[in-house]
């Protein structure tokens, strides 16, 4: 499996990515905004996409829709929930089902609400582990769930589905954040050392060539995976002082304060 990540250049901070196999040269374009970008790529490195697969429904995700396929021909994948907000989705996708291109791709469909009712990522069953995350996990954050999501939903989607991914899991997410993200971090937890040294990096880093995470890396400095915090714990506590502390309650107001920081 090859992995073309490629940043929009956009105020949104977008990334769409080419998942192609080596062997045959067919793609899969996760995505696309900016259809022009996607298939010049595509283009220049003699891949033939077959498949587009949106993650969600929001503009940003789906805008290159229509170019890529009456250029391609590529049939469109989306969350069954997504077939009356994306128009002319070919395959409803379901927690389960695979998505495939040639003999070095194969993706797991998760299916993974949260900032929205109708949200996949996918996971690689074949080669390095390797997480599509959307608009659902970003490296340090999660996404917000204020445009037809619920902070619940994410809640459940990162304990019982992508806390349990193994550590060596790359994260490919749908924007480049990670900067604002590792600050937000260091505002809730600021002895965390990890993440300071790791803002220091990438701070030094251009978003085409950002650093991938992974898993284990962002069980280190990503609040929402660090529930159980006595840092995180505390700083919430100064804003809601009669807060429980049981997980699902940290991260919920975690999304809150994310949301107004």
Known sequence: MKIS?????????????????????????????????????AKRQSLTITKIVNTHEHFDHIQGNPEIVESTGAKIHAHINAMATIPNVDIPLLAG??????????????DTPGHTKAHVCLASEIGTPSLFSGDTLFNAGSGNCRFG?????????????????????????????????LKFSLS?????????????????????DRSVTTMAIEKKMNPFFRLDNQEITASLKERFPDMNEDPETVFVNLR???DDW
Do not use: W
């Open 188 to 208: 809730v937890e600021p002895n965390n050392g990890f993440a300071t040294q790791l803002l220091a990096k990438v701070g030094d880093q251009s978003p085409e």
């Open 5 to 41: 990540r490629l940043y929009m250049d956009n105020t949104l901070r977008n990334y769409c990515h080419l998942i192609a196999c080596e062997e045959n040269g067919e793609a899969i374009v996760l995505d696309p905004l900016d259809a022009q970008k996607c298939l010049s790529e």
């Open 149 to 181: 999501g619920d902070p619940h939903d994410m809640y459940k989607t990162f304990v019982e589905q992508l806390s349990v991914l193994p550590d060596e899991t790359n994260v490919y997410p749908g924007h480049d954040y990670i900067i604002n993200n």
């Open 256 to 258: 809150r304060v994310r």
């Open 97 to 110: 089902q695979t998505i495939e291109v040639g003999n070095t791709v194969k993706l797991r469909v998760l």
